[in-house]
């Protein structure tokens, strides 16, 4: 089993940046794609980016390709997102999952195995 706990949001203005930072517990890190998913106001749930267990592959939504840049540290058992060029439509709660899936298919995943409490990212226009 593993626990995440993400920090780092917090509201920031648009044209800003921003890091999100995700902690692992457990010793199995290393097993599991790590990927990011948020939930904005009103709307659906939505695939942010995946990284493979290696570090080697990343994978993005659309929204958010070009923009931001995720990353894992695997001595450290952590995951971050880096967040540039940000818009008021990326205003949602960041939620770090964990799952044995590909990042590939992480992107067509509606619920991945294990998820953090979340952390609110809000931009201003």
């Known amino acids: 089993q593993v626990q995440l706990v993400e920090s780092g949001g917090r509201l920031v203005q648009a044209g800003g940046s921003l890091r999100l930072s995700c902690a692992a517990s457990?010793?199995?890190?290393?097993?599991?794609?790590m990927g990011w998913f948020r939930q904005g106001p009103g709307k659906e749930r939505e695939f942010v980016a995946a990284?493979?267990?290696?570090?080697?592959?990343?994978n993005y939504g659309g929204s958010v390709k070009g923009r931001f840049t995720i990353s894992r540290d695997n001595a450290k058992n952590t995951v971050l997102l880096q967040m540039n060029s940000l818009k008021p439509e990326d205003t949602a709660v960041y939620y770090c999952?964990?799952?044995?899936?590909?990042?590939?298919?992480?992107?067509?995943?509606?619920?991945?195995?294990?998820w953090g409490q979340g952390t609110q990212v809000t931009v201003s226009s």
């Open positions: 457990g010793r199995t890190f290393t097993r599991y794609t």
């Open positions: 999952v964990a799952d044995i899936a590909t990042p590939q298919a992480m992107s067509v995943m509606t619920s991945p195995l294990y």
């Open positions: 990284i493979s267990q290696s570090g080697g592959y990343q």
